[in-house]
């Protein structure tokens, strides 16, 4: 099951988000602020984050920057902030996409599955390892690997 933290500090939308994704099969799990946020984070591993950037502690940037220290975890910024400054920060920082409020829950579902898809393809790479040889099925290539000996360092 795919898991998803929502950071948002407004109850409606986040019980509006999480009732809505529930429905459409993904496990969510909420917090109010950064702090949460990180603890969450620490202690979780998550297939994508949804970020709001005003937040009662600090910026959803901040938490944002401190989740790339931790681990990577994709990230769309859902936030009232609608000016180009704001939209392209959020991008600039590593963004997989920015959605303004209000949108309708359709078109996040849809962003969702499409960060999802970009991103889980690029996780799954197929490799198959034939003693010295590994074929990479994701990105075409091989790689054929010199085989050690044992009495490489035995001097006679």
Known sequence: MIKILLVEDDKNITATISYYLQSEGFAIHTAKTVKEGIEKIKNNHYDL???????????????????????????????????EKDIVKGFDLGADDYITKPFHAGELLYRIKNVLRHNLKKEKEEIIKIKNVEINYTTRKSIKRQRRSRFNSIRI
């Open 49 to 83: 984050l949804l970020l709001d950037i005003n937040l009662p502690d600090d910026t959803g940037y901040a938490l944002y920057q401190k989740m790339k220290i931790i681990q990577e975890i994709p990230t769309i910024f859902l936030t009232a902030l609608d000016e």
